[in-house]
């Protein structure tokens, strides 16, 4: 799945997970604190890595970069909030 983000500074980025479980742990026109935000997705990339361990023997290494990726977006902003504008694909009845 991907899901895009607008960062504090106005820029977009978007990012992909192997799971829907960010679903879980994100919501399309949730805001949320930077710090808050790498938490969130952090676990949620973690979570979703685990389940690809489960099934084919070996961690996802798409989602460790994308943590990474996520991880070096917010290094150095301390205030402001990111806001989720979309994912895809969404769940049955939610929003895209």
């Not at 949320?32 to 997705?41: N, T």
């Not at 890595?49 to 943590?67: D, I, Q």
């Not at 909030?81 to 939610?94: F, I, K, Q, S, T």
Request: with cysteine.
């Amino acid at each position: 799945m991907q899901f895009a983000v607008r960062w504090p500074d106005g820029s977009e980025a978007s990012y992909y997970s192997p799971s829907l479980v960010v679903h879980d742990h994100l919501e399309v026109g949730g805001t949320y604190p930077v710090a808050e935000f790498v938490d969130r997705a952090g676990r949620a990339l973690d979570i979703a890595s685990e389940r690809v361990r489960a099934r084919f023997g070996f961690a996802c290494t798409s989602a460790a970069h994308t943590r990474q990726e996520i991880a070096d977006a917010a290094r150095g902003v301390h205030d402001g909030e990111v806001v989720v504008l979309r994912m895809e694909p969404p769940l049955d009845g939610a929003p895209a």
